[in-house]
């Protein structure tokens, strides 16, 4: 297969799946498109997509096909439409889901003969077809690899293992750093704003932090692992009594502490468990559940 010409189908328009459709086409894909509002997909013919008139139709065209509808249920509706020309077809599916989901398509793409892999965008549609944005992939190997070099037209197709919940799980779990990170930003802009200071000026400070603080994810990623949490950079006691300063500061210039204040009791719940001279890493034991015995 030339995959630089593979042709492709892709399901739902909406801005997500209309941006995948156009970064396809911009790498010379022959691209198949379906929607239910067919007037979203003008903008797509006139770049010379084809516009499939039904999900059968749509599936016919290509022998791979990508979908990024409004959630699962939207999926089954559209493909069980469709059923009798999924046999031997493959799937890629980019819809928001949980990992449960995931699973659960694998046992239906099975039981309609369709190879399927399941997937997960980290960006916002202008950043699809940026080599530099991620794309997460789980589920089967063979899937990934034969399609790639297709799947490289969205942005950088990173595979993470056989389980097909994976990806759904990743982009959980990273969407959660994302909104943790930038509420951050948004308490410390506040705060420096208070004393009149813009998110300009403040911004390239903070992102130089932030520089920093991926090398302590880095550094405390094996502590993690390995359940011990050496205090020689900086304890949970010392990280309580440094928060405080934080609290106090934003206090003082009427600003929302619930972030902080939540951080704090995090903290203080690991130092209650005998963390507190422990690394920060350590309160991911006060995170997780509790083993059991």
Not at 66 to 87: F, N, S
Not at 136 to 162: C, K, M, N, W
Not at 201 to 214: E, G, I, K, Q, S
Not at 216 to 237: C, E, H, N
């Amino acid at each position: 297969m030339n995959a630089e010409q593979q042709a492709v189908t892709v399901l739902g328009l909406g801005s997500m799946g209309s941006a995948l459709a156009a970064a396809l086409l911009d790498r010379g894909h022959p691209t198949t498109v379906w929607n239910r509002s067919p007037d979203k997909a003008r903008p797509l013919v006139e770049r010379g997509a084809r516009l499939a008139a039904t999900p059968q139709e749509a599936v016919a065209a290509s022998s791979l096909t990508i979908a990024c509808v409004l959630d699962y249920e939207v999926l089954y509706t559209v493909l069980d439409a469709a059923v009798g020309d999924l046999d031997g077809t493959t799937l890629v599916n980019l819809t928001s889901g949980s990992p449960e989901q995931a699973h659960e398509a694998v046992k239906w793409a099975r039981s309609c003969g369709v190879d399927y892999l399941d997937g997960a965008i980290m960006t916002t549609p202008p950043g699809v077809g940026d080599p530099a944005m991620m794309f997460l992939y789980s589920g089967s190997r063979q899937v990934f690899e034969t399609h790639r070099p297709t799947l490289a037209a969205l942005g950088d197709p990173l595979y993470l293992g056989t389980d097909p919940g994976l990806a759904s799980l990743y982009d959980a779990a990273l969407l959660g750093l994302m909104w943790s990170t930038m509420t951050g930003w948004l308490h410390g802009t506040a705060l420096v704003g208070a004393e009149g200071t813009p998110a300009g000026d403040f911004t390239p400070v903070a992102t130089r932090w932030l520089t920093a603080v991926a090398g302590f994810l880095t550094t405390y990623a094996p502590q993690v692992d390995a359940g011990r949490y050496p205090g020689d950079d900086a304890t949970v006691d010392v990280q309580i009594a440094a928060i405080d300063h934080l609290i106090h500061a934003a206090a003082a210039r009427g600003i929302d502490n619930a972030l902080p204040e939540l951080l704090k009791a995090g903290m203080q719940k690991a130092g209650a468990a005998g963390h507190g001279q422990d690394s920060y890493a350590s309160l991911i034991e006060v995170l997780r559940p509790p083993t059991k015995d």
